[in-house]
């Protein structure tokens, strides 16, 4: 069964780095649209990078610039650098998937999700 497994969160100062994680397995991954989501506590589950079969980012506008999205298909691993980070991007960090290259920044639009990763930015 298609399997996603988030790893690289953690506690991090104001204006620090983390670098996200997400492992796949049981899927065709260079055939996956992959997408980062974040829900932070009492809030709903937002969009916050994807990142089509071509390698093509795309990123809501409260990280552009501060974030990257990549694949490694040999890997089957999708990354999200995480730099200059704000209190505001704390939250569970969580990566999904749908076969296809397509564009949605809907949660509805993915079929697998992982279990999620904390991160926490301190002030």
């Known amino acids: 069964q298609v399997q996603l497994v988030e790893s690289g969160g953690g506690l991090v100062q104001a204006g620090g780095s983390l670098r996200l994680s997400c492992a796949a397995s049981?899927?065709?991954?260079?055939?996956?649209?992959l997408v980062w989501f974040r829900q932070a506590p009492g809030k709903e589950r937002v969009f916050v990078s994807g990142?089509?079969?071509?390698?093509?980012?795309y990123y809501t506008d409260s990280v552009k610039g501060r974030f990257t999205i990549s694949r490694d298909n040999a890997k089957s691993t999708v990354y999200l650098q995480m730099n200059s980070l704000k209190p505001e991007d704390t939250a569970v960090y969580y990566c999904?998937?749908?076969?296809?290259?397509?564009?949605?920044?809907?949660?509805?639009?993915?079929?697998?999700w992982g279990q999620g990763t904390q991160v926490t930015v301190s002030s």
């Open positions: 999904a998937a749908r076969s296809g290259s397509f564009y949605s920044t809907e949660s509805r639009s993915y079929n697998y």
């Open positions: 049981g899927l065709t991954f260079s055939t996956y649209t």
């Open positions: 990142i089509r079969l071509s390698g093509n980012p």
